[in-house]
């Protein structure tokens, strides 16, 4: 099949992801599932084409050097595409992640109200966390594009690559992307602060470095966005801080304290209707109880300070408990995707609100 008919299948059938391999059948992913499409098996060559008709040409160059290379692509008034090519048993591989041409609205992905509301922050870090497939990205584009719509802002993305494109508002937006604008997360952070940025997205925060000059910027009164592939807010305060050699943890903490606005982690449930993912979201907020709670070296303490709540905060399984009861996700779902599955079961079968919230941080 030509690759632009597989495409037009993924989005027809509403599916996520489509995954080209020698000796399969193209798969897309549907409501989290993998399916194979009604098609023949495909050939090396069929690949290998593929990747010449679409790719730009950094992106050919960085899969023969790293053997591996990520890179966007539109299909014209139908979707944009993240790609990821790759080498499988020396065979070349391709991995499409399907991203609207329309950028969601809050309402539409049912998120927490307050992510709203951290948003709008006038200042600091915020960091959506979550692994691969969470939604990380979407989440982010719903932030900008709220920004967008309110503030009259200079916003300024470095991404790896383009997912969604946003088109000026009352804002006005420069979306850089690695290999054709710039070479690196670090030398675009570095150069938007001369570029009178009031806001800031990384894509990633992948090493100390980045990280670091992320907190200056914070602190010089910007807002910065990015993600981290940590699984909930605690682990991404202890990722961030193990980044840094020993001898820098203490001021890293004190950075962290003052500058950390929010962490937002995702995973996606799969919705009661079979089709729809619905996602589950951790909210860490800056308060000062978190904000000492990381400034005293702690970080085993901020799930109790999530726990309870405080400034629209939640924990993964107080969301789960929620959905659960508002019949968005099914019993088993909720338990497949708990951090405590023994004291969500409980609370399933009756247990109070308190009693939840002190068995969560058991």
Not at 17 to 31: E, I, K, N
Not at 150 to 161: A, N, S, V, Y
Not at 329 to 342: D, K, M, P, V
């Amino acid at each position: 099949m030509e690759l632009v008919r597989l495409l037009e299948a993924l989005v027809k059938l509403g599916g996520s992801d489509l995954h080209l391999q020698a000796g399969s059948a193209p798969m897309v992913r549907l409501g989290g599932d993998l399916k194979p499409l009604e098609a023949p098996p495909l050939e090396d060559s069929n690949i290998r084409e593929y990747m010449q008709q679409m790719s730009p040409a950094h992106a050919q160059i960085r899969l023969e050097e790293h053997r591996t290379a990520d890179f966007g692509f539109e299909m014209a008034g139908a979707a944009r595409f993240r790609v990821n090519a790759f080498y499988e048993r020396h065979r070349l591989a391709l991995a499409f992640r399907r991203i609207p041409l329309q950028i969601p609205q809050f309402a539409d992905l049912r998120l927490p109200k307050v992510i709203e509301e951290i948003a709008m922050a006038p200042r600091g870090l915020v960091l959506v966390t979550g692994t691969t497939g969470s939604g990380k990205s979407t989440t982010l584009a719903a932030m900008i594009d709220l920004i967008n719509s309110k503030r009259r802002d200079r916003i300024i993305t470095i991404e790896d690559p383009i997912e969604f494109v946003h088109a000026n508002r009352k804002s006005l937006i420069a979306q850089r992307e690695l290999g054709q604008d710039t070479p690196s997360f670090l030398d675009s952070l570095r150069a938007a602060l001369r570029q009178d940025p009031d806001v800031i997205l990384v894509g990633e925060l992948r090493d100390a470095e980045t990280m670091r000059t992320a907190l200056q910027a914070a602190d010089t009164g910007h807002v910065v966005f990015s993600t981290m592939h940590t699984t909930n807010a605690p682990q991404t305060v202890q990722r961030m801080i193990a980044l840094f050699p020993p001898a820098e943890r203490d001021l890293l903490r004190m950075q962290l304290a003052a500058n950390l606005e929010a962490v937002i982690s995702q995973r996606l449930a799969r919705a009661r209707n079979g089709r729809d993912r619905v996602p589950v979201v951790e909210v860490m907020r800056s308060t000062a109880v978190v904000r000492k709670i990381i400034a005293e070296q702690e970080p085993t303490l901020l799930t109790q300070a999530i726990a309870n709540q405080d400034s629209g905060m939640q924990l993964f399984d107080q969301h789960l408990a929620r959905l659960y009861k508002e019949e968005l996700i099914a019993g088993t779902e909720a338990l497949r995707l708990a951090t405590n599955a023994e004291a969500l079961a409980m609370m399933m079968r009756g247990l109070s609100t308190r009693d939840l919230q002190t068995s969560l941080v058991s």
